[in-house]
């Protein structure tokens, strides 16, 4: 939207950070949209030269959600800047659905992101730079949306916000937005593993888990697993022994009868596991809102998931 005949503060913004984009277009490649939400209304409404250039068209809400998805970078600018609490919910839905933002500086911005989730620019030479990286870098692009809609799901959904609302008015009843327990099921036959093993579920932030780990074909001391678990810090852990003679399959079965997170993921003792990988696929599962196949476990299928009467199981998959 742009304003010619109020906001004069706003309206320099917006010329600073189009003006920036339409100079990445043309030394960058890259290309500028505008989408108008009063395109061919009142002239007081409507971009002038040169950003009339770049209007594409106009979008309705359903629309335009389908647009944040199909852009490199938005840009965003603030009718109020001075307040600690009011910014455009456009940054949270863009983020959210997995395009980053660039901004011109507001209050509340750094109220609720690091200054490497959202981008702020002061200048436009800054904006330019951002912009730059933004289109041209995939791996920034993605490490700093990445990064922000972490934090959307960590402390900016309208569950928070409805329990901030209780918070004050009720505190009795408030609840936690917490995520669901998780089980992480790790099957080995490498007794040189354990460690590892440990170590990488002791580094899973954010995540109340639980560790069922499975020896196939050899036995753990339990003095040996207690010091691992103390070492690493994982305070629940079941431990279950199987002959090699049982496959990789039935071993899984037995963790998950063991198990008792309301989610289930199985994880390799091979592989490495960023601390963030548990609570990005648990955040995932929460805003998908998918339900994945129960399956039942039988003789003549021994890789699929048994499930005790009346538990429901999630298998998350790398």
């Known amino acids: 939207m742009y304003f010619a005949h109020k906001y004069p503060q706003r309206r320099a913004q917006m010329d600073m950070l189009l003006g920036a984009a339409m100079t990445e277009a043309i030394t960058g490649g890259a290309e500028l949209d505008i989408f108008s939400r009063q395109l061919g209304g009142a002239g007081k409404y409507q971009f002038p030269d040169p950003f009339d250039k770049h209007v594409v068209g106009s979008l309705s809400y359903a629309q335009m959600l389908t647009a944040y998805r199909a852009y490199k970078a938005f840009l965003n600018v603030n009718s ?65 949306v990445h990064k922000a809609q972490r934090r959307i799901w960590r402390e900016h959904t309208y569950a928070h916000r409805a329990e901030s609302i209780v918070r004050a008015i009720a505190p009795e009843r408030c609840l936690p937005v917490d995520l669901p327990p998780v089980s992480a099921l790790v099957s080995t036959t490498r007794p040189q593993q354990l460690s590892h093993i440990f170590q990488t579920a002791g580094s899973q932030d954010g995540v109340d888990r639980e560790l069922v780990l499975l020896t196939h074909g050899f036995v753990a001391a339990e003095g040996q697993l207690a010091d691992l678990a103390h070492a690493h810090g994982v305070a629940k852990y079941r431990l279950l022994a199987a002959p090699d003679t049982l496959t990789l399959g039935e071993c899984l079965n037995l963790c998950v009868k063991a198990s008792a997170g309301a989610v289930l993921t199985r994880m390799d003792d091979l592989d490495y596991y960023a601390p963030n990988y548990l609570v990005d696929l648990l955040h995932a599962l929460s805003y998908s809102q998918c339900r994945s196949v129960r399956r039942r476990s039988s003789a003549s299928s021994p890789t699929a998931s048994a499930c005790s009467p009346g538990k429901e199981v999630w298998l998350l998959l790398k």
């Open 80 to 144: 109020e800047i001075g307040s600690p609490s009011m910014c455009a919910r456009r940054i949270f839905e863009i983020t959210a659905s997995g395009t980053p933002v660039v901004s011109t500086p507001s209050a509340a911005i750094p109220r609720f992101f690091e200054d490497d989730e959202v981008l702020v620019a002061e200048a436009k030479p800054e904006a330019e730079n951002m912009l730059r990286m933004l289109t041209s870098n995939a791996e920034f692009n993605e490490r700093v």
